[in-house]
């Protein structure tokens, strides 16, 4: 099955700065590759995602690079603020399409 | 914006007893998940659940576990002789659609502890 590896476990990072993650994953049929937030104590929140026929997507702060050659996929935050402080999960599809396989999730903190 | 509801929020239950999870999908989704993620630790796939079926699960759903659409509204989740390793957060998640457009929206969990 797939399997999702994430790094780095916990970045800390001064506001203003830049913060990335990366995450790679081992099914070449996977397809589908969102980003998620989590709050503590709240539910995964989605805050990107990127498609196999795209290597490359942005919104506001946030893009998402994605490799498939080399099966690894990145998120970029940049001018970060304290309130982007949270566990961020990627996520890969695998071969079936219905199961999101999560790495093990990066704490993020944003210092003022 | 339509959300994913789940109840209880926080569920106590006694070793060996059953519990039920409750989830109400987006009105428009065809696909349903529960997740379950265990304090601190990533969030993993239980099974996915189209048509009135179960296309496809982890070896972490095994026979003490089961899912039902009972409705045409509610989603659940049973775990029939509950342990103490099931003690976790269980997320339901529904989507339009599958395979690479799957974009997955989650409720905000049930907390289930099991003493």
């Known amino acids: 099955g797939e399997n999702v590896e994430q790094h780095p476990s916990t970045l800390s990072v001064q506001e203003g700065d830049s913060a990335v993650i990366k995450c790679t994953y081992s099914?070449?049929?996977?397809?589908?590759f969102p980003w998620y937030k989590q709050e503590l104590g709240k539910r995964p929140q989605l805050i990107i995602d990127?498609?196999?026929?795209?290597g490359e997507k942005k919104d506001q702060r946030i893009a998402v690079t994605l490799n498939k050659t080399a099966k690894h996929f990145s998120l970029h935050i940049t001018e970060t603020q304290p309130e982007d402080s949270a566990v961020y999960f990627c996520?890969?599809?695998?071969?079936?399409?219905?199961?999101?396989?999560f790495g093990k999730g990066t704490s993020l903190l944003v210092t003022p | 914006e339509p959300e994913v509801t789940q109840t209880p929020s926080h569920q106590v239950t006694q070793m060996g007893q059953e519990v039920i999870l409750r989830c109400v999908p987006i009105s428009n989704h065809l696909y349903f998940y529960w997740y379950r993620q265990i304090l601190g630790q990533k969030v993993e796939f239980l099974v996915s659940f189209y048509n009135n079926e179960i296309s496809e699960k982890s070896e972490i759903f095994d026979d003490q576990f089961s899912v039902e659409r009972p409705d045409g509204s509610n989603f659940t989740l049973k775990i029939r002789s509950t342990k103490l390793e099931d003690s976790a957060m269980y997320f339901c998640?529904?989507?339009?659609?599958?395979?690479?457009?799957?974009?997955?929206?989650f409720g905000p969990g049930t907390r289930l502890t099991v003493l």
């Open positions: 998640a529904s989507s339009v659609l599958a395979g690479g457009y799957n974009e997955q929206f």
């Open positions: 990127i498609r196999s026929n795209v």
């Open positions: 996520a890969a599809d695998g071969n079936s399409g219905y199961a999101l396989n």
């Open positions: 099914d070449s049929a996977s397809n589908y």
